[in-house]
């Protein structure tokens, strides 16, 4: 907790994402932000810090953001969210950024334990399952206090796509996206409703297919558009609505990426599944009930997520 008994968010990475990050943090008044980058973007996080600072008045909120360079700013954050790391270029998979990104979050995680070994920490940097496995292990923090950020954006591209095809509000759309953050995740038709209609009954099967599709490529579309770098705007949300839940014990559930202990039949790896978050981190796994189909992808996805986190070597 800061010293002022405002919450403290530690945002770990001062780009694209990590700026919205503070943006967003600030303006739903979650807490006073600190957003650290190493040295050579000193300019960019003080400079993103002074920039938030002088909008607060337009908005009237009362937290404040710090650049910083220091790892002993970010002690005492009730909780994290972790950004660093290089984001990918057209034609290349997330797969591609294991082995910068592992470098990074060894070092991130490093200080993690050193400076805020009792944040709840939420990894959105990818490869994602694999980069929130090597997270929890090498910054030893208890499983219920570390998640991965991806099925709540999957989800919400999910929705919006449905949503854009039926020309109905997306309020009224829910929907689940299950498993790794990968071209293999799974959508759950079976399971979608818009206002409590099922998804089948409402979408032709050859449309619906094509939103499966789009939502499984969702983050390379962006990396398409981008060309220098990936998704900003829905990432930051998404960790966001997890840390919000955390800070304000809200118990949502939403789909995160877990430690499963035997849950969906996976055992010791983290894969995006429904969790209840509150002020106790992650405090529930749900089980979804799957038919054979259903559990045949799940099975594809984690398979995915199982040989990238396999090749790790910590
Ligand atoms: C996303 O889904 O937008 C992120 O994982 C970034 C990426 O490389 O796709």
Same mark, same amino acid.
């Given at each position: 907790m800061a010293q002022n008994g405002k919450k403290k968010i530690g945002l770990i990475g001062g780009g694209q994402i990590g700026g919205n990050l503070a943006l967003l943090a600030v303006q739903k008044s979650l807490g006073d932000v600190v957003l650290y980058d190493i040295p050579a973007a000193e300019g960019l996080v003080k400079g993103k810090a002074l920039d938030i600072n002088q909008l607060a008045a337009v908005d009237g909120y009362d937290c404040r953001v710090k650049g910083t360079t220091d790892w002993k700013d970010v002690a005492g954050s009730d909780v994290i969210i972790i950004t660093a790391g290089m984001p990918r270029k057209p034609g290349?998979? =997330?797969?591609?950024l294991l082995e910068i990104n592992l470098k990074i979050m060894t070092d991130v995680a490093g200080n993690i334990k050193q400076h805020a070994p009792n944040a709840f920490v939420i990894n959105v940097a990818n490869p994602l399952d694999a980069m929130v496995f090597a997270l929890h292990k090498i910054a030893?923090?208890?499983?219920?206090m570390v998640a991965g950020m991806a099925g709540v954006l999957d989800t919400s591209r999910f929705k919006c796509f449905v949503a854009e095809a039926l020309g109905?509000? /997306? =309020?009224?759309v829910e929907a689940l996206v299950l498993g790794?953050?990968?071209?293999?995740?799974?959508?759950?038709v079976r399971h979608s409703t818009v206002g409590g209609v099922p998804l089948t009954e409402l979408i032709a099967k050859d449309k619906l297919d094509a939103i499966i599709k789009r939502t499984r490529e969702g983050g390379a579309e962006l990396v398409g558009l981008y060309k220098t770098g990936s998704a900003y705007f829905g990432p930051a949300a998404s960790a966001i609505a997890m840390a919000e839940s955390f800070l304000q014990d809200r118990k949502r559930v939403l789909p995160a990426a877990a430690l499963l202990?035997?849950?969906?039949? /996976?055992?010791?790896y983290f894969f995006g599944v429904p969790v209840q978050i509150g002020a106790g981190g992650v405090e529930k796994i749900h089980t979804v009930e799957l038919n054979d189909g259903e559990k045949a992808e799940l099975e594809k996805s984690f398979q995915s997520v199982k040989k990238t986190v396999d090749s790790v070597k910590l």
């Open positions: 290349m998979s =997330r797969e591609d030893g923090l208890p499983k219920h109905c509000s /997306i =309020r009224d790794g953050h990968g071209d293999d995740m799974v959508p759950l202990e035997g849950q969906y039949g /996976i055992n010791g």
